[in-house]
């Protein structure tokens, strides 16, 4: 980890000046703050991240409001969705009970709620937080000292929930350059099954407005325990979103995961799995498609710290016009572990040449008995194909609209329930006519 | 119907046809044979405007010169080329395929656009005439298709589209003996007085089940021959050779 700069130690001490949390996940975060600071271009998982544009931003931040004003339940059905499960609102890191749809669509579902690390070691399920783990970095650990309470969603042992449980986290910054840092903690007990979306939107930011949002997804799929999570990142073109999704699977556990970005001015999601338990599964996909000028950012990484564990990453970009697209597929495989299966795919469709895709598989192999295949392409759009589709009568650009429809067509097939897959899929149809609308002619 | 007029066309300094005329009148069904590399499959690029040919002459349908339409436009037109290589397109539903193509050429005609229960009902119809499984409906276009479900696909898009003039790139490659009989058939049965046909084919067997009105044999980016259907047997028997000793390189 590089040094801190002064200006930027400055920036952290502004940032953390109002935040007054003494729990143990605080003052860790805290400490590694003082050591680390935050993270730089120079750092390799932070390589593809403009971290400068953020932490310019960052300079001029202030900490987000918490009041609900003129959010209404229309508005988050609009942005977000519904669902038809349980449903837990944020706004700005803060509940909206008006918004949520708790008690009477939780059947089955004690467990969920918001609240801080205390209720959750109140009720017995040992807290996300154990009290030794360190940040992965700056951002991480900013999360941990200034954000302040948790979505909980907590599936006893053996229980069995079908409706998807939607957390929705909604940014409003107002006439401010306002950071948040949502923190959702997501445990499935042994034997258990569940499905969790969680949404990340906000309000169309003012003149001066715009949001920055710091999340902190921690998730703990436990013994022969099965977890489908999906998130979702359609945020205000000027939201720049930092996110962190942490995963513990203990043996036999399956986790299917998928993210999609449509949004924001640069999201970089990253995604952290650690297989600790024997033939856990891990089954990662993904959708991104930057345009305009907007910046995604994916850096998966899934540790093999148990044998005959199987993970996969299937992560498809699209990027058109001056937008920009990575994925960094990290794969560690520890000493000592025997029969691992690790799969990654990247396919990329750039549609202009002013466009750019990085890929970059990042293998760290340290054992022998393993199954390791990667294979990433970029390519532009078929001609061939659209050839095909014009010859039939169909208008060029819709010919190429439904082409680069099809391109995403994997990774929205990951998602359910149909409402999910069918509103993602509107968005990333609207996304495909802007991007297609900005594809260049091959002379 | 098709008037084509001293079409040329050219790939870089390669030309390839080098100055073609044929007349095709309504309800004629005309065969094009001719040796490797003598243009046909560039013939029929060019009349569906395919990108990448240096193109000069006039190719006009019903008055209107093709070649200064974008291909969409052709096919509103009513010209329908059955690919020699149909293009594999995962992802993308059959089914939504054929709807889309035939509701935008619907569109550009001024016909009401059909629904998906009817397209349904349509597709099963004209599916059943070419013995297809209606399973291929649900499938992405040609992904995964054996050669002869590719062909059989394409005719399906014909039979569907109802175009003016149809344009067959060696439709007749690549089928075992029961494909040939089924896909060859279900051409015939769409000829009618209104709809023109150029089949382009190095062999006489698709033109034994669709009878052509005439045969023409295309050599160095010319027509220079044509005749009955005889012409094609003959064509058999005796090779290009003799029909084009003047010009063979």
Same mark, same amino acid.
């Given at each position: ?70 959010? &209404? #339940?229309?508005? =988050? %059905?609009?942005? @977000? ?6 449903? $837990? ?5 803060? *509940? ?120 902190? &997804? #921690?998730?703990? =799929? %436990?013994?022969? @325990? ?6 979702? $990142? ?5 939201? *720049? ?203 | 119907?098709l008037?084509i ?41 060019v009349l569906a405007g ?8 006039s190719a006009t349908l019903?008055?209107v010169d093709l070649l200064e339409l974008?291909?969409?436009q052709r096919?509103?037109k009513?010209l ?85 003039l ?84």
């Open positions: 980890m590089s040094a801190v700069a002064t200006s930027d130690a400055d920036l952290v001490e502004r940032l953390i000046a109002g935040a007054t949390g003494t729990t143990p996940r605080a003052e860790r975060g805290r400490a590694w703050l003082a050591a680390n600071g935050l993270p730089t271009e120079r750092d390799e998982a932070w390589r593809y991240t403009p971290v400068r544009d953020i932490t310019a931003a960052l300079a001029t931040a202030v900490a987000a409001g918490t009041e609900a004003t003129g959010v &209404t #339940r229309d508005l =988050v %059905d609009e942005l @977000a969705g519904d669902l038809g499960g349980p449903r $837990l609102v944020l706004i700005n890191g803060a *509940l909206a009970p008006e918004l949520s749809d708790l008690t009477d669509r939780g059947a089955g579902l004690a467990g969920l709620w918001v609240g801080g690390g205390d209720e959750l070691r109140a009720r017995g399920s040992g807290g996300p937080y154990t009290g030794t783990a360190e940040p992965a970095d700056g951002f991480q650990a900013l999360n941990w000292v200034a954000g302040v309470d948790a979505a909980v969603v907590l599936i006893e042992a053996g229980n069995a929930i079908d409706a998807p449980i939607h957390v929705v986290h909604l940014a409003t910054p107002g006439q401010m350059v306002a950071l948040s840092h949502p923190r959702t903690v997501i445990k499935v007990g042994a034997g258990g099954r569940a499905q969790v979306v969680e949404s990340f939107v906000g309000i169309d930011a003012t003149a001066d407005g715009r949001a920055i949002t710091n999340s902190s &997804t #921690r998730i703990v =799929v %436990d013994d022969d @325990a099965e977890l489908t999570y999906q998130r979702v $990142l359609n945020e205000p073109d000027t939201t *720049l979103h930092i996110g962190r999704v942490g995963v513990v699977q203990r043996t036999r556990s399956q986790l299917h995961a998928t993210a999609v970005a449509t949004g924001g001015a640069v999201v970089r999601t990253a995604v952290h799995v650690n297989l600790t338990g024997e033939r856990a599964r891990a089954d990662l996909g993904g959708l991104y498609l930057p345009t305009g000028h907007q910046r995604h950012d994916n850096v998966i990484t899934v540790d093999h710290s148990a044998s005959y564990c199987e993970s996969n990453q299937n992560f498809t970009g699209i990027v058109g016009d001056h937008g920009r697209g990575s994925f960094s597929g990290h794969v560690i495989v520890r000493p000592g572990t025997v029969g691992t299966d690790a799969n990654q795919s990247n396919p990329n469709l750039v549609l202009a040449s002013t466009a750019q895709a990085d890929t970059r598989p990042w293998l760290e192999i340290f054992a022998d008995d393993v199954k390791c295949a990667h294979g990433a392409t970029v390519g532009r759009l078929d001609e061939e194909a659209a050839f095909y589709l014009r010859s039939r009568g169909i208008p060029a650009a819709q010919a190429r609209a439904m082409l680069v429809a099809a391109f995403a067509s994997t990774a929205l097939d990951r998602l359910s329930p149909d409402t999910l897959r069918e509103r993602v899929a509107s968005v990333v149809e609207v996304r495909t006519a802007d991007t297609t609308a900005n594809l260049e002619t091959p002379s | 119907m008037s007029r001293n079409l040329t066309a050219s790939v870089g300094d390669k030309q390839i046809l080098k100055g073609l005329d044929l007349e095709l009148p309504a309800g004629e069904v005309h065969a094009i044979m001719g040796p490797n590399g003598a243009g046909k499959s560039t013939l029929s690029n395919r990108d990448g040919y240096e193109v000069s002459g019903d008055g974008e291909p969409e096919a509103a009513g329908f080329l059955a690919f020699q290589y149909p293009v594999e397109i995962p992802g993308v539903g059959n089914m939504y395929f054929l709807r889309t193509a035939l509701n935008a050429v619907r569109r550009e005609r001024g016909e009401a656009e059909v629904s998906a229960v009817d397209f349904l009902k349509l597709a099963r119809e004209h599916m059943a005439r070419l013995e297809m499984d209606p399973a291929f409906l649900s499938r992405s276009v040609n992904e995964g298709f054996s050669g002869g479900e590719k062909k059989r696909n394409e005719i399906l898009q014909m039979s569907l589209l109802e175009p003016r149809a344009v067959l790139d060696e439709t007749d490659s690549g089928l075992d003996i029961d494909a040939l009989r089924v896909v060859a058939t279900g051409v015939d049965g769409l000829r009618n007085p209104n709809r023109s046909m150029l089949i382009i084919t190095h062999y006489p067997r698709l033109l034994e089940y669709v009878k052509p009105d005439k045969v023409h044999v295309l050599t160095d980016g010319r027509i220079t021959r044509t005749g009955d259907h005889s012409l094609a047997h003959e064509l058999e028997e005796q090779g290009y050779t003799p029909a084009t000793a003047g010009t063979a390189s």
